[in-house]
């Protein structure tokens, strides 16, 4: 009777044999790799889509005609990507969505990144999601990014991934000179004009004088990838951490690494997706960009991207309702949920977070000033998603987000709601969110994992 009546949060340590504990561990190895090949929504994308082409997926293409069965892929310029296997049962009745978003907090170069002071080269940024600047300083950075030449040639640049690789840091202010800078308020202690790249400290052979550093800067960039200092206002450069991510802990049960926020629902998302060959309903994976500045533009979750292409969809199936297709399906929006730290105490739900290694996160609302802007999902959608999970002995657990009035956060589930989707948020804890080097615990990813596998099964 007492278990019945009770729902405890319960550890991986007691629920999983040392079997499937194993099992997480050999999951995660690919996690990593994964990790350490996708940094930004342009990589996250093209990887997505160079697994889903070996499984068979093809571009969709407006006017297509599909059966059960069918792989399709839709990428919006490279940087949001829809991956869609059809059901059995026709589309009336309803998908499966899953979206996860592929962007992550980092530095972006500004349009004219490139500046010389004190015979030093810097590259100029502007922060992108939101971030502690500290804890920027002091850690060696890579540079990723995407540029179209002027006469329209494409480029993909990373430099700081490999060991032999050069690496870019944001220099801080010594703490023997540091007395002042640390009386301040964290956020300002580290102003975010000051977040700018060390590029350089050469002149450029035969130059002297003002600007022979950037010069030289600008000389090496065109010796390497044939871009002018005009190449750069077009295009998406960015800085990230170039640590690898790795196994955390003696006991190695966590993943450490930058991106995790939601690299690691991209990951458990796709691989469940591509398990599912012939699923009941149609399957849907959509990786949006843009979630941590709000989700505009157009490969946010707010634009048209994904109601446009379910409306072709709908069309090719041989009409009917998009609205009924909606009204009918069912939405994880997966995401990341804080979890409980114990020397942060002050800042959480002791009973109501979510904790490591305690299985994936169930989560409803969001919200500060009383749930404002969060999606608050019905209960009967939860409901579903719960006999989802116990059906196929999932670990999940609960999460608050934070003490009330706290945290000041949202995800994509509201957006998928807006579409009248039933739509509920679930994904794995992450301690250190948003800090260059964020934690997960192995068997939460794991039961990430198979609780979108379970999903995308269901009938
Ligand atoms: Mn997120
Ligand atoms: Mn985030």
Redesign the pocket.
Known sequence: MKNKLLCPRQSASDFMTPEETEKAGDFCKSYISFLNSVKTEREAVQKAIDMAQKEGFVPWKKGMKLKSGDKVYLSRRGKALILCTIGKKSLSEGISVIGC?VDSPRLDLKMKPLYEDSSMAFFDTHYYGNIKPYQWTGIPLALHGYIVREEGQEINIKIGEDASDTRFFIADLLPHLGGKQMRKPLKYAVPAESLDLLAGLRSSPGESGAESVKLNILKILYEQYGITEKDLISAELCAVPSFPASDLGLDRSMVGGYGQ??KV?VYTALSAFLSVKEPEYTACLVFADK??TGSFGIGGMQSSFFPGFISELTEAAGGGNCNEVFSNSLCISA??NTCWYPLYKESFDEHGDARLNHGVVLFRYWGRDGKENTNDADAQTVAAIIKILDKEKILWQTAEGGKVDEEISG?LSRFFANLNIPSVDMGAPLLS?HSPYEAAAKTDIYMTYRAFAAFFKRS
């Open positions: 978003h926020d939601d629902c979630e941590e995401d990341v995800t969110m």
